[in-house]
C-alpha cells in the first residue's frame, strides 16, 4: 500500500478532527489504516440508512426489501431460491413471501413443471413500489450532493472507483 505524503495546503483543506487523525496518523502509521477501516464503514452505514429511509414510503424491513429487489431483478423464483439467495431458513422466506403479498407487493403460482412448488413475482404495485423506492434514493442523493462544495464534489467522484473495487474485491 502507498504512502500519501500531506503537503500544508492540504491540511488547511481538511475538518479539524480529520487534520488531527492525519497528524496521528503521520505519528502512528499502523493505526491509519484501522481508523480508516472504521471511519468507512460508519460512513457507509450511514449513508446506506438514509437512503433507506429515504426511499421507504411503507414500512418494509430489509429482508422484504431484499427480496424484492431479487424478484425485480429475476422474476419468478421459488421461495426456497429466495431463501438461498437471502441467506434465510426456508420459513423465514415463507413469512416474507406472506407478508409481501399479503401488501399485494408479489403473487404467486404453481411452478410450471413442478407442482409441488410455488413461484412468486412482482405484481404492478410491488414494481411500483421498486421504481418510487429507486427515484426517492435518487433524487434524495441528487440533492444531499448538490450541496456539496465544487473541491468536495470533486474528491467524492474520484472516490468512486475505489469504493466500487473494494466492492469487487
Known amino acids: 500500500m502507498g504512502t500519501t ?3 500544508a495546503d492540504d491540511l488547511d483543506h481538511l475538518p479539524v478532527d480529520l487534520h488531527n487523525r492525519e497528524m496521528k496518523q503521520a505519528k502512528d502509521p499502523s493505526g491509519g489504516l484501522e481508523a480508516a477501516v472504521i471511519e468507512l464503514s460508519l460512513a457507509i452505514g450511514q449513508l446506506r440508512r438514509r437512503l433507506r429511509s429515504e426511499a421507504s414510503p411503507l414500512t418494509l424491513n430489509l429482508s ?4 424484492l429487489v ?5 422474476g419468478w423464483s421459488a421461495a426456497a431460491e429466495l431463501a438461498r439467495a437471502e441467506s434465510m ?3 423465514s422466506m415463507s413469512e416474507v413471501l406472506k407478508s409481501l403479498e399479503k401488501a399485494g ?3 404467486r403460482r404453481a411452478h410450471p413443471t413442478d407442482g409441488r412448488q410455488i413461484q412468486f413475482a412482482l405484481t404492478d404495485a410491488g414494481l411500483e413500489t421498486r421504481q418510487q423506492r429507486k427515484i426517492a434514493k435518487r433524487d434524495w442523493l441528487l440533492g444531499a450532493m448538490s450541496k ?10 474520484a472516490a468512486i472507483p475505489i469504493i ?6
Open 70 to 74: 431479487r424478484l425485480e431483478q429475476n
Open 148 to 157: 456539496l462544495s465544487s473541491e468536495e464534489f470533486k474528491r467524492l467522484v
Open 164 to 169: 466500487k473495487r473494494l466492492g469487487d474485491d
Open 105 to 107: 407487493l408479489v403473487k
Open 5 to 7: 505524503t500531506l503537503q
Open 89 to 91: 431458513k426456508p420459513q
Open 64 to 67: 422484504q426489501l431484499g427480496t
